[in-house]
């Protein structure tokens, strides 16, 4: 039973962390339209900044000065991602953003290397409560993720700001002409995914060490659990990344000898059987 | 004979003359270029099913590689015939390698088939996300199951050769028959797409509202081509186990699902010439971009060992971001219609009928 909980505690934290990135794709999917594949990258490059930083100031500090320079990158990514007027689809802008995360991960490759990078956690102990262990990074994972999901879905329901957000996904046209700007909208998603996305790797490192090439699974995973409320709806979009990190804990912990690789393809395995179910529910999105 | 008539068989002559030139080319090379050419040859096999269902059904795909792989990993499972418990090479169970070749894409379609049906449904991002998905679940396969694939240690070895009416096909004869079935692939394409289904695609192509209600049922269209392309993918795997002769799930990374696309987006997405053209281009300058990399400096910089891959990572990465943003409808295109733009700016000029794939665009 230790055993059980403690898979759950790691799971849940891995959870969050692909729940931020969920809510991520949300928050761009339901702006611009655009279903966003370099989220992971996002991801992969706060883990990436945090573990060069780490070292040299405090955690704190590092942690900040990560999030930030992730939500620039992304915001630049946006401007780019979103293209221009009565040319560019949403199917396009999905392959922009495919080339957008190659081109980070071909420069992540040339400035990192080809190895997990990880850092130590910054808190000393772990809690050890009736012998499962809960490190306070995973705690302070978990509350930043529920708080950034209640934040963004107040403030996407319940503000003038965030309706006008959610107008642009609509009609881009209708949004330009009562005046929104969908370019500066999407600059806006961008970067504030951006920063989500790397916050969850700036705490998760510890846990779960980052390589170039890591944002395909996050980004998969992301979309996994965004795909769990049909890419608009954020609180289940939490719920999917919650279920995904148990899920394939779960799977690491008690799957007997091979079968333990099958981690993510579990994961995705639920998405394909999801992905099915939508379907028959919503043919006529 | 009207003017279109006359331009469709000189296209047809001209088609089949450059594919005999591209049959015979492979005796004329070298071991080391032969191998590069036959590559090319294959993967425009799968650049022409991804470029139909990318320009026609307006779908993307980012898993044509897994289909490849699956191809060629059923090839050489039934060529083999492995026995699970021993995890050994069981010569009883293996059949003819003519035989598995012809068996292996209908297996991959079926695949298709199956997956296709709910994911073709909703909307572009889900099919692109899910064959993503199925590239990596058959990449976890492929390393767990090493009973029946060999793992990636020790992989799988399939020494057997093709034999057709008695003939071994190897080497020269080999990239002869690649390119052979590309033509006919071709061929076959070209003729779909001047069909009565072409037709329907074509509306389909235009606005998938319109013809709905014209009757043609998108549904299915789209479905069809799915496993029309994965089709493809498997009979190009299938051949690609001759080249390789040794299977190993490194040799179909996720990349090489991404490079199918950016082969599509560079020779046009809906075009069947300009899909075997980009294949063309981009293995090319993927080998060149290797070599480059693999120099121990550049310019007076120092390479690192990852050089290669961050080359060819790199730049295939700038190319989709641009082309896709600037050409929507795919490269050469593009370019095509820049051209007819200066030409038509001349006077006394008329325009030229344009493609007739709609790419990403609205």
């Not at chain 1, 006008?164 to 998603?189: M, P, T």
């Amino acid at each position: 039973m230790t055993k059980f909980i403690q898979l759950v505690v790691v799971g849940v934290s891995i959870g969050s962390a692909f729940g931020l990135v969920g809510i991520g794709m949300v928050l761009i999917f339901r702006t611009t339209s655009i279903v966003n594949f370099a989220q992971g990258a996002f991801a992969v490059l706060g883990g990436l900044f945090m573990v060069s930083l780490v070292d040299d100031v405090h955690g704190l500090v590092a942690g900040t000065v990560a999030v930030i320079l992730t939500a620039l990158i992304g915001g630049v990514m946006g401007m780019v991602a979103v293209g221009f007027r009565n040319r560019t689809t949403a199917l396009a802008s999905l392959i922009i953003t495919l080339g957008l995360a190659l081109l980070v991960s071909s420069l992540n490759l040339l400035a990192f290397g080809d190895r997990p990078h990880t850092y130590p956690t910054i808190f000393e102990r772990a809690w050890n409560i009736g012998g499962v262990f809960v490190q306070p990074q995973y705690a302070i994972l978990v509350g930043v993720t529920l708080v950034a999901a209640f934040g963004l879905t107040v403030g996407l329901q319940r503000t003038i700001a965030g309706q006008a957000l959610v107008a642009c996904a609509d009609s881009r046209r209708a949004a330009e002409l009562v005046g929104i700007n969908v370019r500066a909208v999407a600059v806006i998603a961008f970067a504030v995914s951006a920063g989500l996305s790397a916050l969850g790797w700036v705490l998760l490192t510890p846990v779960d060490p980052v390589n170039y090439d890591s944002d395909v699974r996050i980004a998969v995973n992301g979309f996994a659990a965004a795909a769990f409320g049909g890419l608009v709806s954020i609180r289940l979009a939490l719920v999917g990344g919650l279920a995904l990190g148990i899920l394939q804990q779960l799977v690491v912990g008690y799957a007997p000898g091979q079968a333990r690789q099958y981690e993510l393809a579990a994961a995705l395995v639920v998405l394909l059987v999801l992905i099915g179910y939508r379907s028959r529910h919503e043919a006529h999105e | 004979m009207s003017a279109a008539r006359r331009l469709s068989l000189i296209r047809l002559a001209l088609t089949l003359a450059f594919g005999a030139f591209a049959i015979w080319l492979p005796f004329r090379l070298d071991a080391g270029d032969r191998s590069l050419y036959t590559l090319m040859g294959l993967y425009a096999i799968v650049a022409v099913g991804l470029s139909l269902l990318m320009g026609f059904a307006g779908q993307i795909s980012l898993g044509q590689g897994a289909f490849f792989a699956l191809g060629a990993y059923t090839t050489g499972i039934l060529i083999v015939g492995l026995d699970p418990d021993e995890r050994l090479i069981d010569p009883g169970a293996g059949i003819s390698p003519l035989l598995a070749v012809v068996l292996a894409p209908f297996f991959t379609a079926g695949v298709a088939a199956v997956i296709g049906v709910p994911l073709l449904r909703l909307r572009g991002h889900y099919l692109a996300f899910a064959s993503l998905a199925l590239h990596l679940i058959l990449l976890a396969v492929l390393f767990a199951e090493d009973r029946f694939t060999g793992g990636q240690d020790p992989g799988l070895l399939v020494i057997e050769r093709l034999e057709v009416f008695g003939r071994t096909v190897t080497g020269a004869t080999l990239t002869a028959v690649v390119w052979g079935v590309l033509l006919v692939t071709l061929l076959l394409a070209l003729n779909l797409v001047g069909s009565r289904a072409g037709r329907a695609l074509r509306a389909i192509a235009t606005s998938e509202r319109t013809a709905a209600a014209a009757g043609v049922n998108v549904a299915t269209y789209k479905l069809r081509l799915f496993v029309l392309a994965a089709g493809l993918a498997g009979l190009s795997g299938a051949f690609y186990v001759f080249l390789l002769q040794f299977l190993s799930p490194d040799a179909f990374p996720l990349f090489l699902s991404i490079q199918f696309v950016v082969m599509v987006a560079v020779g046009g997405l809906g075009s069947i010439y300009g899909a075997v053209l980009g294949a063309v281009a981009i293995t090319w300058l993927e080998n060149r971009l290797r070599d480059l990399g693999a120099q121990p400096e550049l310019l007076g910089f120092e390479l690192p060992d990852q050089a290669p891959q961050v080359f060819s990572i790199g730049v295939f990465a700038v190319i989709l971001i641009v082309v896709i943003l600037f050409f929507p409808r795919g490269l050469l295109p593009g370019i095509g219609e820049l051209w007819r733009r200066v030409q038509a700016r001349r006077p006394g000029s008329a325009s030229v009928g344009s493609d007739p794939g709609r790419g990403l665009t609205p």
